[in-house]
């Protein structure tokens, strides 16, 4: 039975990270960013939005066990009431006229004759549909996507996300980078849930690096600054969202690197700011435990957010800067 158990823990392990990465091939996002096209095509809303709004879901998705899981290459969920309509008698319904009848929202993108939920190009052409209802503009889409989510937090991290894609062009925003520069002196070990630590009385909520005062923090990824400024143990920190809904946090910073505003895009290896010991009192407090930073990574599933541990990820980025160094 152990031996049987050891065998099947190893095959999970083998099979998990290829299952995993899956997302992120080139033809993944090949065949998405073809699909976002053609939405544009049909509906004149800018491909950018269907990817936002798609990493968003594809993101939910994988962090939400009430969701069904995704059959195609995108994301974007519409519950069976609202694609056939509430009344309808046949919650599966695939007849564009007759889910119009029933004020359902599905509609046929493939020209196949079917609305069909669970069909990439249908359930984008819905979505795009739905959105042109509120206009075709950035400042009304953001209004169709409130009345969709509901969630002010929702509509942010989607805002954020059109921001990165119309800027770069592209989907392929899933690289990362080491905190510190590599060439520089630091040390760090798994601290991640430990009772104590420097920056707060709950349990360790990230991985502490120690470093001389002044040096460079660099953004972990690709992503928007969706928080910055001084808290009381935290001290001067910052907070960057990458397109994976994880929330890269730096805290105990020295300062931050000049003009750098919350709503802006860093990419990685971008200096933020510096190595310092700043927290534990009012604004401008220092000094009281070594210079180091703290780094802290959290998920949101759309309803809620929670810690897990940045260590491994913080060994496999340095990993992987060391090795692009002897080369
Ligand atoms: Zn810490």
Partial sequence: MKVVL????????????????????????KKRMALYHRAE????????????????????RKNRKD??????????????????????????????????????????????????ADNDDDVLYTFGKYLTTYGNDLANIRIGLWEFYERDQSVGIITGFIKLFRKYGHIDLGAH?????????YSYRSTWGDARGFGGRRIHEGTDLFAHHGVPVRSTCYGIIEMKGWNRFGGWRIGIRDIHNTYHYFAHLNGFSKGLKVGQIVEPGQVIGSVGNTGYGPPGTSGKFPPHLHYGMYKDNGRSEWSFDPYPYLKAWERKELRQKKK
Avoid at 41 to 60: L, R, S
Avoid at 86 to 100: G, V
Wanted: net charge negative; with cysteine; proline share 9%.
């Fill in 177 to 185: 980078a080491f905190p510190l520069p590599i060439r520089s002196d």
């Fill in 6 to 29: 050891s065998v099947l823990i190893l095959l999970l392990a083998i099979v998990q990270p290829c299952a995993l990465g899956k997302e992120h091939t080139a033809s993944v996002l």
């Fill in 41 to 60: 095509a049909a509906t004149q809303i800018p491909w950018y939005v269907f990817a936002a709004v798609d990493q968003y879901e594809i993101n939910i």
């Fill in 67 to 116: 969701l069904p899981k995704k059959k195609g290459y995108t994301g974007i969920y519409i519950p069976q009431d609202i694609w056939s309509g509430p009344e309808n008698p046949n919650q599966n319904d695939t007849s564009p006229l007759s889910i119009k009848v029933f004020d359902g929202i599905g509609m046929d993108g493939n020209g196949d004759g079917r609305a069909e």
